[in-house]
């Protein structure tokens, strides 16, 4: 009867495991902009132990972004040009428009920005202030989708420096928190 009860109890554990070992990993590595984003958005990823690749999530993160970003001037300063258009693929190669890291620092370019002191019109400071106020993410998460929040909140954790740079390389460089330096060392 003990016999019984032992083996029943051993196959109930097994059961058990394999049931938990489908929707929990024991040991998971963090290692996509997406997986950062769902940790820092605190979306249960079912995982007993976590780690973090932060140079994996920083490529990744660069990637989508440089592609988000070169889509988005493409469309609104190349006439709806898309990301696949060989003028706009070349124009990000050359660093023209488009993101990349250099080390711990995050360069965003956009030459094609207005600035005309004789009419008053300096997109580049408005633009530069848009990317103060959000990556001041303490005051200003209740004004950010979870998208932007992602962007921001990743920007800050995993660079020193985010550097703006506009027409005739006019640039600034904002300092980051750089919470996550640790992780490149």
């Not at 094609?112 to 580049?124: A, H, K, M, R, V």
Request: net charge negative; charged share 25%.
């Amino acid at each position: 009867m003990k016999f019984l009860k032992l083996s029943l109890v051993i196959v109930g554990l097994v059961v058990l495991a394999f049931v938990a070992s489908r929707f929990y990993h024991f040991n998971y590595t963090v290692n996509t902009w997406d997986d950062w984003c769902s940790q820092i958005l605190e979306e249960d990823l079912y995982a007993f132990a976590i780690r973090f690749d932060d140079a994996a999530i920083r490529a990744d993160f660069v990637q989508k972004y440089n592609d988000f970003i070169v889509e988005k001037i493409a469309d609104k300063y190349l006439g709806g040009a898309k990301l696949t258009d060989k003028v706009v693929q070349e124009m990000a190669r050359l660093k023209m428009i488009g993101v990349w890291n250099e080390g711990d620092n995050l360069y965003l370019k956009n030459g094609f920005l207005i600035i005309d002191n004789e009419l008053g019109i300096d997109e580049f400071s408005e633009w530069e202030n848009q990317f103060r106020k959000y990556l001041d993410i303490r005051q200003n998460r209740q004004n950010m989708d979870d998208f932007q929040y992602c962007i921001y909140g990743t920007i800050n954790t995993h660079f020193k420096n985010f550097i703006l740079i506009g027409p005739n390389d006019k640039s600034v460089a904002i300092p980051l928190e750089f919470t996550r330096k640790e992780g490149f060392k």
